[in-house]
């Protein structure tokens, strides 16, 4: 029997969920808490300054469930939101759900499994990306436990986190985690509150230089959902200089910890990356940036082409493409595609893209799962498999 079995309920979870103008997910997310097949819980909803429903909402569902405290707080951010939470938590583990995000049942009953029998400071899962109906599950990681000191933790942030892999990736986010309360404590109070972009991010890089034992599950219970109108995601020019702001962040940890030498150049490439990517998705630097290109042209010569696909890698594939003499685009598709806009082509849906003539649609994402997903996708309504063209695109942006 193990520990966990052994002492059923023992352990309390503090679960901090912060809140800002999201009446519409609220109740998903919570109730996604509450049934826990976990019990022992404490349901902390820091209400960060709502204009909208959400705090009302969040006081009804704790006149329900004793478990459930609501904070109520002038609109700080995110990590004031969060240590607020810190603050208010009794729990020997603590976890963080995303108000507009929601989990699987059993999330915290294998979290707390796997760091009980682990006996780690806190523990890694995958996750789930929800994204206009399709599902993609994230775990680019082998299931390990690490022993840190210095070395290791520098290697699996050069590796895991900061490097460009899409095959051997961490998720940055807090999220997919589950702490020892006072670890993470000590951790996130590190944190400059200030810190609006890539907070996430710099508490993980704390997390490994700070902890003795982590651990990776293969598990992917948690539902990540993307918004198009979430701060990562937007194309607002504002990020470069929150990346910027990041870059400082980071370089002061790395100093602190002495690993500064180990970490630059990877960290430098991280931000030079994420820069080019915000100018792209901004529209307003099209014609200087083109980030990424599709490398097999013999694949797709005098071809009548869509690309699938509208964010950094189709910006990149179409700028390269309309180069071409040798094969032509006829359509430019994204799910998303009421959302955007260029002055020089149109973007379309699926529903349109059904009228136009096509050889090959061309999969323009990073992410092999990603692509998975969209040719699932595309084969669902119709598309043969030989008319689908996926490739890892090759950056130009690395230094």
């Known amino acids: 029997m193990n520990k966990l079995e052994q002492k059923k309920n023992l352990y309390k979870i503090s679960v901090i969920v912060p809140i800002y103008n999201i009446e519409e997910y609220i109740s998903e997310c919570i109730e996604s808490i509450a049934g826990q097949t976990y019990s022992n819980l404490q349901i902390i909803l820091v209400d960060d300054g709502s204009t909208d429903l959400s705090g009302q909402i969040c006081d009804t569902y704790a006149k329900q469930d004793e478990r459930i405290q609501v904070i109520h707080q002038r609109n700080a951010g995110l990590v004031l939101a969060r240590k607020a939470g810190l603050k208010a938590a009794e729990g020997d583990y603590i976890g963080f759900v ?116 982590v651990s990776f599950h293969k598990k992917a219970l948690y539902h990540y959902n993307l918004r198009h109108s979430s701060l990562v995601n937007s194309g607002d020019i504002t990020n470069i200089f929150e990346m910027a702001r990041l870059y400082n962040c980071l370089a002061t940890v790395f100093e602190d910890y002495s690993v500064l030498d180990q970490l630059e150049a990877n960290l430098k490439s991280y931000i030079i990356n994420n820069i080019l990517s915000f100018m ?106 030989c008319k689908i063209l996926w490739a890892a695109p090759k950056s130009l942006c690395k230094i």
């Open 280 to 385: 792209v998705r901004s529209g307003k630097f099209y014609d200087f940036v083109n980030a990424y290109v599709f490398e097999k042209v013999d694949l797709i010569k005098n071809k009548n082409i869509i690309i699938y696909g509208a964010g950094i890698v189709g910006q990149g594939y179409y700028a390269q493409l309309c180069k071409y003499d040798s094969c032509r685009i006829v359509g430019w598709v994204d799910a998303d595609y009421r959302n955007i806009h260029f002055d020089f082509t149109d973007v379309i849906g699926l529903e349109e893209m059904k009228k136009l003539q096509y050889d090959l649609i061309l999969i323009a994402v990073k992410n092999s799962d990603t692509a998975d997903g969209i040719r699932g996708q595309l084969e669902a309504i119709g598309v043969p498999e």
């Open 98 to 213: 995303d108000g507009d995000d929601y989990i699987e049942s059993d999330f915290y009953e294998n979290l707390l499994h796997f760091i009980l029998e682990d006996e780690a400071d806190f523990v890694h899962t995958g996750y789930i990306y929800e994204k206009h109906n399709i599902s993609i599950k994230r775990c680019q990681f082998e299931t390990q436990i690490y022993e840190l000191d210095k070395d290791i933790a520098v290697n699996i942030i050069n590796e895991y986190v900061l490097g460009s892999s899409e095959e051997r990736h961490i998720t940055f986010s807090i999220w997919s985690k589950l702490y020892r309360s006072e670890f993470i404590k000590k951790c996130y109070s590190k944190l400059p509150f200030y810190q609006s972009m890539g907070e996430d991010l710099a508490c993980l890089c704390i997390c490994l230089l700070e902890g003795k034992k």
